[in-house]
């Protein structure tokens, strides 16, 4: 059956991009998004905190930094000058160390941050006097600082400012963290789509036999109500369609008894040609009936148990059954493997398909493929006639539907044949479509939904 997009929802009639994307179940697009979503908020948190301590290590250092580098310079001045050089390794501190001589290098300090570190320096070196102040291009931010000492010599003090340490284990728990976030989301997700998941499945269980399984009404309050509402709607439809098989089987039975009277009466006339003709009329009464009671009970349900069938034995018998009444009907293909369906229900569809090709055209096969091991048996009905009109494919699917404008029973038939294959066969989990060949004519493909049985 076609089916055409939605002009509003969808003008260009393509799917977006980013849509395209995501998972295509509502589990994986909800877990995705709350996982996601705590991935991104535990990284600003994580960011925030990160920030928040640069800007608390910065404060501590420019508040004690300047004293200890001031501290160092005033023990290097003290000490007699041979003995300087042991002491530069005790001094020598992560963020600062001496060099005995020589001159500061880079340019002046650029950055506000590295200004103010500068000048905090400065500052607390007092009363020695800074030669120059120089900016480094490595580590960055560096600064070298160049200062006089009582005896006229020189050190050079190498600052740099330090990014707040983090430890590894800080990264693990983190990881840790969103990983119990994904799976108690993952866990939150589940419970909440799980009754959408039962309540399909138990929608795609409702069939033409009305008998899908019900539902536990057990669960949250919303759960609960929603599996009773379902059950509560199966019984309603049950109950309708019962009740409308009950009121056509009486209407069927009423019939009976005027038309065989009617039959009797016609046997008493005289007039042959009249008694012809309402012959003929109290037949097509008859089969209009036995039809309309047989659809009828495709709706109310299939009550056949699948079995375990030889798919290929029941189309030879079939084909035979045909050539013993002297209608040609050849056989092309083979299932290859015992089948799970209902016999009954399928020998049904397939004479009411291969009536109907008959009916309208002259040669008529049936065609038998197997789609791969494990896959979909896909059974044709082939014949040569006048075809469906592209538009009416769908329609003649419903019941008392024919094409023919002149609705003659003789050529027309009831108008339930198809109706009642295509019931029969959405009961069985098959499909049956119907498709005008290329070459002309037209195909009835049926698609049985079940694998060859092991």
């Not at 977006?16 to 535990?42: D, E, K, N, Y």
């Not at 909440?192 to 998941?197: I, M, N, Q």
């Not at 090709?357 to 789609?371: H, M, P, W």
Request: proline residues 6%.
């Amino acid at each position: 059956m076609s089916t055409s997009a939605n002009p509003v929802a969808n003008p260009t009639g393509t799917t977006p991009r980013w849509r395209r994307l995501l998972p295509g179940s509502l589990f994986s697009r909800v877990t995705l998004i709350i996982v996601v979503g705590l991935a991104i908020a535990q990284l600003l948190t994580f960011a925030a905190i990160r920030y928040e301590r640069n800007m608390a290590l910065r404060e501590l250092m420019m508040i004690g930094i300047e004293r200890d580098i001031a501290s160092s310079v005033a023990i290097l001045d003290r000490l007699p000058a041979a003995e300087r050089a042991g002491w530069l390794d005790r001094l020598e501190r992560r963020n600062y160390r001496f060099v005995l001589g020589g001159s500061a290098q880079g340019g002046a300090p650029g950055s506000e941050a590295s200004q103010q570190f500068a000048a905090a320096i400065v500052d607390a070196m007092r009363p020695f006097p800074v030669v120059k102040v120089g900016e480094v291009a490595w580590p960055p931010e560096g600064l070298q600082i160049e200062v006089r000492l009582g005896d006229g010599s020189s050190v050079v003090v190498h600052a740099m400012r330090v990014g707040m340490p983090v430890s590894g284990w800080v990264m693990w728990l983190l990881a840790g963290q969103l990983l119990v976030l994904a799976v108690c989301a993952w866990v939150a997700v589940r419970l909440v789509t799980r009754p959408l998941a039962q309540l399909s499945a138990a929608a795609d269980q409702l069939g033409p036999d009305l008998k899908g399984r019900t539902l536990v009404e057990e669960g949250p309050t919303e759960v609960a109500h929603a599996a009773r509402a379902f059950n509560a709607m199966q019984q309603r439809i049950a109950g309708y369609m019962a009740e409308r098989v009950e009121i056509l089987a009486a209407i069927s039975h009423d019939l009976q008894t005027p038309i065989t009277r009617m039959r009797l009466r016609t046997e008493l006339m005289d007039d042959m040609h009249d008694r012809e003709k309402f012959r003929q009329d109290l037949d097509a009464m008859n089969a209009l009936v036995r039809e309309g009671v047989t659809y009828a009970r495709t709706l109310h349900g299939a009550t056949e148990p699948p079995l375990r069938i030889d798919a290929d034995a029941l189309f030879e018998s079939m084909v035979a059954d045909y050539e013993d009444v002297g209608q040609q009907v050849r056989l092309d293909g083979r299932a290859g493997a015992p089948i799970v369906s209902r016999p009954n229900a399928l020998r049904r569809i397939l004479m009411n398909l291969i009536d109907n090709a008959l009916k309208f055209g002259s040669d008529v096969t049936l065609r038998v493929q197997a789609e791969g091991e494990g896959g979909r048996l896909v059974v044709s009905v082939l014949d040569n006639g006048p075809g469906i009109p592209p538009g009416e494919l769908d329609a003649v699917l419903k019941p008392f539907y024919r094409v023919e404008s002149s609705r003659n029973r003789s050529t027309g038939g009831t108008g339930l044949g198809l109706a009642i294959a295509h019931q029969l066969a959405m009961a069985m989990g098959a499909e049956l479509t119907l498709h005008n060949r290329p070459e002309g004519g037209l195909e009835a493909r049926l698609a049985l939904a079940t694998a060859p049985a092991r």
